[in-house]
């Protein structure tokens, strides 16, 4: 503290001549309380004005800014002077009042131009206001009268970053030329490269820094980043391997080569250097299950990497019993379709971490999205005992059983997701649909207006809509619905092929009909449903030959479906082939008993 006051004393020594030569100016601006000045003598007013002033040094020195600044204030009262300005605006820049310091520092700059440090403070008042074209104003000001001054140039240059990153890589490249080649300003240097996009650069900076210090790993670290970013794996990894030659057991290093190859997509070479991470004492439980776990991710889009996802794991479970391992070798067990080992371990997760639900819901909803809904129902069967009231395990159980097609055990647990949370659209859109398909409609309606109210132009819940009030012959709502899904999005393939269809089978709107499911087939040429819609469209035009082939497409594509034989069978009889006719009813007849409609056709031998 003593020091602060010692270096406060001295700037008074240097402010003491400005205060005592100013004094008797007719220029300087005083305060408008100036009555107690007034009435005593010149030299009293010099002794007030320097006892305020040196109080107020001291209390800044003590970062009693507040005491200082009405100290400062004080001092006006009987002499106004640039030195006691600047000192009252230093102290409410420091308190955060920034108006009051930025009119304090002008009436500095009026009284004396000449003073660097007063520009120096009014670029500090305006940049906390973010009013930079005046900061660099001032700056530019100021750097009239110090050219070469550095701390101008690094505050010009930081104030260039913000909005011309160019002129400010121009402004560095002067600094260095003041200073010579500097760790720091090579550094910005690169970054501001790097972020107008000129990698290559970017990359140049570095490399000066290296020649600055050849031997400095954090440089060769830099670079192994920077070619990282810039997609320059190659040279990455040589760096890496530059450095590994030096320091093999350097894990960093490691980690950014292995990451290096794994964006190269060469996740074979990358489980090396993680083998040798993983191996290591130093590195903590949770980054060896991280790495392992990023294997398995992958594996999902390529089962080669399987086997590597194993062996970094079982590796791990050797030093460990930790749960999380074992839910992951549990997963890849079922995958194997080694049953009894997948059960002892998520046996193991479900006795030792029950309380974990984030980590069934990251397994199930992996599982889920890569489309291995066997494995995660069963995943998720086990989370819901430990977890009945949580809406993400309910909800990606009972999508799981949906893509099962057991819509029956899908409707209890996407019911409850619902329940457990009424706004979140996808649950109310998956369990209306749901819903839908067990021929709940006026339920499916009821919550797909719901969600709708959330998301009034989702075009697949439209979509949905449409469907269902179709199926219970509400055409006029259907007709309504589907045209307000075609008004958001005119291409959608689903509403297309769907509204074609409901028209179709009435038998109205047939060329417009035909439109429409053009474009369902030119965005999916081989979707089975689309192509039996516009077979059936062209029977209703009457054109059997078209029908016909469009028909005999779709079965090959989707297989034989109770439908499509139907719609062929009619095709058929249309076209005179009577015997091929019944042998497409009966084939569907076989598929769906039930299906009275085409018994009879069967039994009359005509439509």
Partial sequence: MKRLIITNLLMLSILLPIIIACGG???????????VALSISENQRKKKALDHFVNGTVFEAQNNYNAAVSEFEKALQYDTTAGIYYSLSKNYFLTNKLIQSLNSIKKAVELDSTKIEYYDLMVDVYSAARNHDSALTVLEKAMVLEPNNVNLYYKLARLYEISKPLEAISVYEKLIELVGPDWNLLVRIAELYEKTGNTDLALDAINRLLEIDPSNNQIKILLIDLNQRAGKYDEAIQIT????EITPHDILVREKKALALIAKEDWGAASKEFNFIIEEDSVNLDAKINIAASYYEKSMSDS??????KNLF?????DTLNWQVKMYLGAIAFSEGKDSLAIENFKFVTENANWNVQAW????GLLYDNRKYDEASKIMYEAVESFPQDFAVNFILGLSLTQLNNQEQGEVYLKKAVDLNPSDLNALSAYSYTLSQLKKNEEAIIFIKRALQIDPNDVNLIGTLG?????????AESDSTYERGLELDPQNALINNNYSYALAVRGEQLERALEMVKISIAADSLNSSYLDTIGWVYFKIEEYGLAKKYLEKAIEV?????VMLDHLGDIEFKLGNIVRAKELWKKAVELEPSRTEIQI???KGEL
């Fill in 25 to 35: 100016s007719d220029t300087v601006i005083r305060p408008k309380n100036t009555s």
């Fill in 241 to 244: 391997n530059d450095l590994l």
């Fill in 558 to 562: 989707g297989g034989e479906s109770v």
């Fill in 601 to 603: 056709k069967i039994e």
């Fill in 361 to 364: 819901i990251r397994l199930g």
């Fill in 467 to 475: 469907l269902i009030y179709n199926s219970i012959q509400m055409y």
């Fill in 314 to 318: 079982e590796r791990i479970d050797k």
């Fill in 304 to 309: 080669s990497l399987l086997p590597i996802a």
